[in-house]
């Protein structure tokens, strides 16, 4: 048989043969360099920078995980000229309920924060990208963070259980940042008040008659 010819430009193997379980970037025009974050079913989260030459370097980010790393993040296209109000951020997230941030510069640990078991999903608000939504796919629970302050500002409860702990899948702020969005594994979509905690509709995915039950949902996309 033929093989098939690798043509991408970098191959990078951090994580070694373990899945990788999320991934994020961000391009810095101004250094020329790209910052991809990855999270793995090894209990462990990499930052990798790749150079105008192609040149790697990997870092492996120092918190310490009992499971998966499910989820990764970065604010770095939403913050403004002023660090000290939005300052530049990772999330980590992972299935032993950790919620960690790092300083996207050079890998430093800044905080822990307290939160949803299981966490499936982290992502930022796109105004300064200081607010944090995470969802956990145990409880069905998703929080709202205030990073500066690491205060919880709201818990959003509505999406519910099924009879394996299937919870929330997946989650987002609409690209205004007016609302938030979540969807699970109860086979709807939520639109949340941010403000309020308010759910303002609910989108369902099947009929409750449906003999097979509710279809969850697996992947969600706010950016357009």
């Not at 970065?74 to 000229?81: L, R």
Request: contains cysteine; glycine residues 12%; proline residues 5%.
């Amino acid at each position: 048989e033929t093989e098939t010819p690798n043509m991408s430009i970098q191959t990078i193997e951090s994580h070694k043969l373990s899945s990788i379980y999320s991934i994020a970037s961000n391009y810095d025009p101004l250094t020329n360099c790209l910052s991809i974050i990855t999270g793995g079913g090894d209990d462990r989260a990499f930052l990798h920078k790749l150079d105008n030459h192609n040149t790697v370097g990997s870092l492996q980010l120092p918190h310490v995980h009992t499971d998966s790393v499910s989820s990764v993040a970065t604010n770095e296209k939403y913050v403004s000229g002023d660090l000290a109000k939005t300052p530049k951020y990772i999330a980590v997230g992972a299935y032993d309920g950790s919620i960690v941030l790092y300083n996207p510069e050079n890998g430093e640990k800044l905080q822990a924060l307290d939160g949803p078991t299981d966490v499936e999903f982290v992502s930022f608000h796109p105004k300064g990208g200081s607010v944090l939504l995470a969802g956990s796919i145990s409880d069905a629970t998703v929080w709202m963070y205030h990073l500066p302050t690491s205060k919880c500002l709201q818990v959003f409860v509505g999406h519910e259980c099924n009879g394996e702990g299937g919870g929330v899948t997946g989650g987002s702020f609409t690209p205004d940042g007016k609302f938030a969005l979540t969807i699970g594994m109860d086979g709807t979509l939520r639109i949340w008040a941010p403000r309020t905690g308010m759910c303002r509709h609910v989108f369902k995915l099947t009929d409750d008659d449906d003999e097979m039950g509710p279809a969850g949902f697996t992947c969600l996309s706010g950016g357009g």
